[in-house]
C-alpha cells in the first residue's frame, strides 16, 4: 500500500528532474555587456561553467595589485533571473563583492588608486540567478528518483536537480590604460551532492558565488 501510495509523488519528482534538466539556463553574450562584441565560445574551459569568453595572452604576473568596482546587477533583457526578487539580487551583488574581495586579496594586494600601474581593474555583473527550490531541493538528495540522478550530476560537475545557482560575467581591464584584457560569463552552482547547499533559499547561489570567486583567482594565475 506504501508503494501505491508514494508512486504519485515519485512521478511527480521524476517529472520535475526532466523539466529541471530541459529548462536549466545557461550564460549567453548578455548584450548589455560592454566586452559582449568579443565574448566568443570559449576553447579553454572543458568544465562547461564558463561557455563564453574573450582571452588574450597576457602574463599576469605582471600586475600585482586589484581594484574590484562595486558589482553591478544586470537590468538588460537578456537576464536570466528566475522569479528572484530584487532583495535577494542585491544581497546576492553584496555578497560577491565579499566573497571577491576576500578571494582576490589572497592573490593581489588591493589597490588605492583606481587607474594605478601594474593593477587589473575587475568588473563583475551579477547577470542571472535562480534560488534554490523549497523542500525538493533537499528531498530530491535521498529520493529514489532524484538520488540517482543527482549522483551522477555531481560525478559529472553539473548542476543538481531543484538547486540555485548564480550567473555572471567577469571582464578585466588594465586600470592604467582600460584595455580590455579579457572577460567571460559564467554560471556557478555547488556540487549536485551538496547537502547544506540545498538547505534555504539563497544558499546555492551563495555556494556557486564563492565557487566563482575561486575560480577567478585561478583564471589570473
Not at 601594474?118 to 527550490?133: E, H, K, S
Not at 551522477?152 to 567577469?170: C, D, H, K, L, N
Request: a positive charge.
Amino acid at each position: 500500500m506504501r508503494a501505491l501510495s508514494d508512486a504519485p509523488k515519485a512521478i511527480t519528482l521524476a517529472a520535475c528532474l526532466i523539466l529541471t534538466a530541459c529548462a536549466s539556463t545557461q550564460p549567453v553574450p548578455y548584450a548589455g555587456i560592454s566586452s559582449a562584441p568579443q565574448l566568443r565560445p570559449s576553447q579553454h574551459d572543458d568544465s562547461g561553467r564558463i561557455p563564453f569568453e574573450y582571452k588574450t595572452n597576457i602574463d599576469w604576473r605582471r600586475y600585482s595589485a586589484y581594484v574590484l568596482d562595486p558589482v553591478a546587477i544586470y537590468r538588460g533583457s537578456d537576464a536570466q533571473f528566475d522569479g528572484v526578487s530584487e532583495d535577494d539580487k542585491v544581497f546576492l551583488a553584496r555578497t560577491m563583492q565579499s566573497q571577491f574581495n576576500d578571494k582576490l586579496n589572497a592573490r593581489f594586494r588591493n589597490s588605492p588608486g583606481k587607474s594605478a600601474a601594474n593593477t587589473v581593474r575587475i568588473r563583475l555583473t551579477l547577470t542571472g540567478a535562480r534560488m534554490n527550490t523549497a523542500f525538493l531541493s533537499t528531498f530530491s538528495r535521498f529520493d529514489l528518483m532524484g538520488g540517482p540522478y543527482n549522483a551522477v550530476q555531481a560525478i559529472r560537475g553539473r548542476e543538481g536537480a531543484m538547486t540555485g545557482s548564480v550567473s555572471f560575467a567577469v571582464e578585466l581591464h588594465d586600470a592604467s590604460t582600460n584595455e580590455l584584457l579579457g572577460a567571460y560569463v559564467t554560471k556557478q552552482y555547488p556540487n549536485a551532492w551538496n547537502l547544506k547547499a540545498g538547505i534555504g533559499a539563497r544558499s546555492a547561489s551563495v555556494v556557486g558565488i564563492e565557487n566563482g570567486a575561486d575560480q577567478l583567482v585561478a583564471y589570473l594565475q
